[in-house]
């Protein structure tokens, strides 16, 4: 992310102390992250640790805001350079014309403002399919050339309201400029083509963090990964149970993950590769695994988890209801971790919005339950 900054950016790389503390400020973009020509961040370090966390968070939140804020930032300065006629087109930057203040709206979530947008040369869109003004989608809204500004996200999106060039926003700043104009006031509305949503978590999260799980790390990158504290100090006092890593799930035990030798590959449903990272994800408190496509690493994951599943209900020292997260990249991703779980394991959370038949059908069958309104608690749970 720090070389495509680079290049497309004019930034300050300066090793001094920052000029303003990053927990204090904007995540929205302001006049000044639009206007300005130079900006204060530092690069991720590849070698070596940082000073400290506050270092750490500082120069990841920056990098991450200019991340999103660089496209409106350039696209706007484009947009003001041509001349800001009808006829600009940019790849950093959906721009709607003739974009009036219809009135407002009241939600669980507070006020939101219709805008009623120029559609004449949006005719070809199909709304349905399009990634335009999808909800949460950020906009900047001016009605002097951006000198002065309003942000806002979009709240309520439906595709034949959108035809007529009619959506609803939530202001995020700027609400008195919002509030301050007439129906007959004509804005400028910019849409950024990153997705606000996807930045705005992230960067809030940051800013309250104080502390940081595997800190010595990630922060310090300390090479030397101790065992876990459970492992540890269960030594002896239980054996372990291998049978989803071995092959044709024959029964193995094992009286000491950490010393005693552990079955060769042959008799295991993994390969050498597969085997040693396993290994190191059961006996590590970090674990790394990397791979090219196809060697594996979402089926020793599964291995992993399972076999983790298996010994909480024989660990006199673990918490069976302790949750296990799962997070991956992309939702399909995701889909596929979570199907593979439940050929093992049916007590889970899953997301909503899945495609995969398999989860749909829990999904649908604890609706059932739900409906039903059977008292006791179900096995699964649908945010």
């Not at 370090?45 to 500082?58: I, M, V």
Request: with cysteine; net charge neutral.
């Amino acid at each position: 992310m720090e070389n495509q900054l680079r290049s497309r950016h004019r930034l300050t790389y300066v090793a001094d102390t920052p000029p303003d503390d990053y927990r204090y400020d904007s995540v929205l973009p302001t006049i000044k992250d639009l206007h300005t020509k130079t900006t204060f961040v530092r690069p991720a370090l590849l070698s070596g640790g940082y000073e400290d966390k506050h270092h750490y968070f500082d120069v990841q939140f920056r990098l991450l805001k200019q991340d999103f804020v660089i496209p409106l930032r350039e696209g706007i300065q484009q947009f003001k350079q041509s001349g800001m006629t009808k006829h600009f087109n940019s790849s950093d930057l959906r721009l709607y014309y003739d974009v009036h203040i219809l009135g407002i709206v009241t939600t669980y979530d507070g006020i939101d403002h219709v805008l009623k947008f120029d559609t004449s040369k949006l005719k070809s869109v199909k709304w349905d399919f399009s990634k335009r003004l999808i909800f949460g989608a950020l906009v900047c809204l001016s009605k002097d050339g951006f000198q002065t500004i309003a942000m806002a996200t979009i709240s309520n999106r439906d595709a034949k309201a959108l035809k007529y060039g009619h959506i609803n926003v939530h202001v995020r700043s700027g609400l008195d400029l919002i509030l301050n104009s007439t129906p007959d006031d004509e804005f400028v509305m910019a849409e950024t083509v990153t997705f606000y949503e996807a930045y705005c978590h992230v960067l809030e999260g940051l800013q309250t963090m104080d502390n940081l799980p595997f800190d010595e790390h990630i922060v310090y990158c300390e090479t030397n990964v101790e065992h876990p504290r459970y492992l540890l100090r269960q030594m002896n006092s239980i054996r372990y149970d291998l049978t989803p890593l071995m092959m044709d799930r024959s029964h193995y035990l094992i009286s000491n993950l950490l010393r005693e030798r552990w079955p060769p590959s042959y008799k295991m449903c993994l390969n050498d590769s597969q085997r040693e990272a396993a290994q190191l994800a059961l006996t590590k408190r970090l674990a790394i695994i990397q791979g090219p496509p196809g060697t594996g690493k979402t089926y020793v994951g599964l291995k992993v988890v399972e076999t983790i599943l298996l010994n909480r209900t024989t660990d006199p020292y673990s918490d069976c209801e302790d949750p296990i997260l799962v997070v991956c990249y992309t939702n399909h991703a995701l889909d596929q971790f979570l199907e593979g779980i439940l050929d093992f394991c049916n007590d889970i959370i899953l997301r909503t919005r899945t495609k995969h038949r398999k989860l749909s059908l829990f999904i649908s069958c604890f609706g059932c339950v739900v409906e039903r309104k059977i008292v006791a608690a179900p096995q699964i749970h649908v945010p």
